[in-house]
T-cell receptor, first 113, second 112 residues
C-alpha cells in the first residue's frame, strides 16, 4: 500500500541551526500538510499546500518556517533558526482530494538542544 | 472544551472486552476521521465518516456520528493487547479549509 515517507526519523540539532525535514507524499496526491506533536500534547496543524502554494497556515507557522515542493515528489519543511520549543515530532501528510482521507507519515523526531 | 475532544482521556480494559471512545466537537464539519498512534510512532488512519453518514464499520471497529450532538464514538469490539495505543479523532471543519483539527486523544490499554 502506498505510504507517506519521511526523513530523517530523528534529528538532534543545536539551537539556532537550520533544519530541513523531508517528505515524499503518496504519488497521486494533490494536498500536502505538515503537523507537529510536542511530546504528550495534541497533534497541531502547521501548514497545508496545494497547487504549489500554501493554502492555509496556523499561528505556529511563523516566519521561521517555510515549505517547498522542489521537484514534484519531495515536500520539505524548513525551520530557519531552531528554538528549544521547536522540539517535537513533525508529521507530513497527504491526500488525493479535498474531503478524502489524509494519510500521515511515521514522523520526524526533532530535538533541539 | 476544544474542537475534537476525546473522552475518556485514558481507558484500561481486559482483552476481549469492548472499548468505547467518544469525541465531541464544536463546529460544522465536512467529515471526522479517527486515527491510532502507537507510542512514538506515526498516525494510522482508521475510519473516515462524512457529515451525512451516521455509522461506519471496518473489521472490529464501529464509528458513529451524531451531527446534532456534535459527537462521534469509536467502538473496538473484542479488544486485543495489540490494540493498546492512543486514539485520536480529527475533524475537517466546514469553513476551515482542507485541514484536520485533532483532539487530545484517548490512551487505551488492553491488558492480556
Amino acid at each position: 500500500e502506498p505510504e507517506v515517507t519521511q526523513t530523517p526519523s530523528h534529528q538532534v540539532t543545536q539551537m539556532g541551526q537550520e533544519v530541513i525535514l523531508r517528505c515524499v507524499p503518496i504519488s497521486n496526491h494533490l494536498y500536502f500538510y505538515w503537523y507537529r506533536q510536542i511530546l504528550g500534547q495534541k497533534v497541531e496543524f502547521l501548514v497545508s499546500f496545494y497547487n504549489n502554494e500554501i493554502s492555509e497556515k496556523s499561528e505556529i507557522f511563523d516566519d521561521q518556517f517555510s515549505v517547498e515542493r522542489p521537484d514534484g515528489s519531495n515536500f520539505t519543511l524548513k525551520i530557519r533558526s531552531t528554538k528549544l520549543e521547536d522540539s517535537a515530532m513533525y508529521f507530513c501528510a497527504s491526500r488525493q482530494d479535498s474531503g478524502n482521507t489524509i494519510y500521515f507519515g511515521e514522523g520526524s523526531w526533532l530535538t533541539v538542544v | 472544551s476544544q474542537q475534537g475532544e476525546e473522552d475518556p482521556q485514558a481507558l484500561s480494559i481486559q482483552e476481549g472486552e469492548n472499548a468505547t471512545m467518544n469525541c465531541s466537537y464544536k463546529t460544522s464539519i465536512n467529515n471526522l476521521q479517527w486515527y491510532r498512534q502507537n507510542s512514538g510512532r506515526g498516525l494510522v488512519h482508521l475510519i473516515l465518516i462524512r457529515s451525512n453518514e451516521r455509522e461506519k464499520h471496518s473489521g472490529r471497529l464501529r464509528v458513529t456520528l451524531d451531527t446534532s450532538k456534535k459527537s462521534s464514538s469509536l467502538l473496538i469490539t473484542a479488544s486485543r493487547a495489540a490494540d493498546t495505543a492512543s486514539y485520536f479523532c480529527a475533524t475537517e471543519d466546514h469553513n476551515a479549509g482542507n485541514m484536520l483539527t485533532f483532539g487530545g486523544g484517548t490512551r487505551l490499554m488492553v491488558k492480556p
